[in-house]
């Protein structure tokens, strides 16, 4: 056995205590088979029911709580006829976000077999690139204010903030990346036409970035053209790294044009592990179809790869991905849930992967 790994699981609310199972199904599947020891604690806090009793999102010593663990397993949260979304986001994992800072926020696109795709043209393999995300700071700043409100000289302002340390640092990550990929291609998102301080800035960090990795080829396109090449030109692409709004629109661009939410994972990472990162799937809670059994589990079990692949273990981490290509790639719709076009259930598309796992050489 090698060293041990803890794992906070946080299922959260509606189909993220459905999904969140299937993920622990196939990790531990996969665990036993690489002899990884994953330890696994349970929190109910960060949902609708929590918020019911306690009155508040988390406890007040959720940090310490935490802090401790190698990785946090994330389902969803969000019960809207309970707590305002706002109130829920920003009270928990907002708060995991920012106060483990977790600056990378990473995703996956890929068009995966099996996986209808509102694209044309393109088959699994064609489209293979991973968005990277600033996740502390840029657009998203509480800087700025009101002045005059309600009269006609009523003024808003809300400044974006890039600091040299900030802009480095989820550049380091993205060249990083690029470098460890077959194609060792970076796009930066700019528009530093438009945007005429910060984008600017931006675009300077990346070329004195780039000296330091001469193996990587790397380009920059204005934002406006770059999502209209992820729709016309999605093989373009290996690694797109973006500030904090413009990678908050591409994050869900990419995973859109590759197929149904429900296979979409994520991590928000803390490169250098003073912290616990937190992996979890793209989509909510879906109330709409909670407490039917239905939900797709493959974005809490891609979520669960990326965890181990950031943990180290990326032969299991393939293993996972593996698995669940071959379990979409057999179409068979009695396992298949029904937003892939099949009839099965969250267990029974769980149940498969984890059993491909076992049976794999
Ligand atoms: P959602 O992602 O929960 O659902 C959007 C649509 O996609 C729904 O029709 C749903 O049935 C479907 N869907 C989502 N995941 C699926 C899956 N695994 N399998 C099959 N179908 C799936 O987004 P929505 O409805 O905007 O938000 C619902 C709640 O979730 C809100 O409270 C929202 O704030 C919260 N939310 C939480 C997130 C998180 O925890 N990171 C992310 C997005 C939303
Ligand atoms: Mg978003």
């Not at 306690?54 to 949260?77: C, K, N, Q, Y």
């Not at 239905?294 to 698995?323: F, R």
């Amino acid at each position: 056995m090698s060293s041990q790994k803890s794992i906070a699981a946080i299922p959260g609310d509606g189909i993220g205590q459905e999904v969140v199972p299937e993920g622990r199904r196939v990790l531990q599947a996969v665990s036993q088979k690489h002899g990884i020891d994953l330890e696994f604690a349970d929190f109910d806090f960060a949902s609708a029911d929590y918020y019911q009793a306690h009155g508040t999102m988390l406890p007040e010593d959720w940090f310490d709580s935490l802090r401790g663990f190698d990785a946090i397993f994330f389902g969803a949260v969000g019960w809207p006829d309970v707590v305002p979304d706002h109130v829920s986001l920003w009270g928990s994992l907002l708060q995991f976000r920012r106060s483990f800072d977790q600056y990378i926020n990473l995703r996956p696109c890929r068009l995966l077999p099996g996986v209808k795709s509102p694209l044309s043209g393109y088959g699994p393999g064609d489209v293979d690139f991973y968005v990277v995300r600033e996740n502390t700071e840029g657009e998203y700043s509480s800087i700025g204010g009101k002045m005059f409100e309600g009269t006609d000289r009523e003024i808003v302002v809300q400044e974006t903030v890039m600091t040299r340390t900030g802009v480095d640092r989820v550049l380091k990550f993205a060249f990083d990346l690029a470098r460890s990929r077959p194609n060792q291609h970076l796009t930066s998102a700019t528009k530093s036409n438009g945007i005429s301080i910060t984008m600017p800035y931006w675009d300077e960090r990346v070329k004195v970035m780039s000296e330091g990795y001469p193996d990587v080829v790397w380009d920059q396109f204005h934002i406006d053209i770059l999502t209209a090449n992820f729709v016309l030109k999605p093989n373009n692409f290996d690694v797109v790294v973006a500030s904090n709004l413009f990678g908050d629109i591409l994050s869900d661009l990419g995973p859109a044009c590759t197929g149904t939410i429900g296979v979409a994972p994520s991590a928000n990472i803390n490169p250098e592990g003073s912290f616990p990162s937190l992996f979890e799937p793209v989509h909510g809670s879906a109330p709409d179809i909670a407490g039917q059994g239905i939900a797709n589990p493959i974005g809490q079990i891609w979520s669960g790869a990326m965890m181990l692949d950031h943990l180290g273990e990326t032969g299991a981490s393939t293993d996972v991905l593996e698995a669940i290509e071959s379990v979409l790639s057999s179409g068979d719709a009695s396992v298949l849930t029904p937003d892939l076009g099949g009839r099965g259930t969250t267990s029974s598309l769980g149940e498969a992967i984890a059993s491909t796992i076992v049976s794999q050489d």
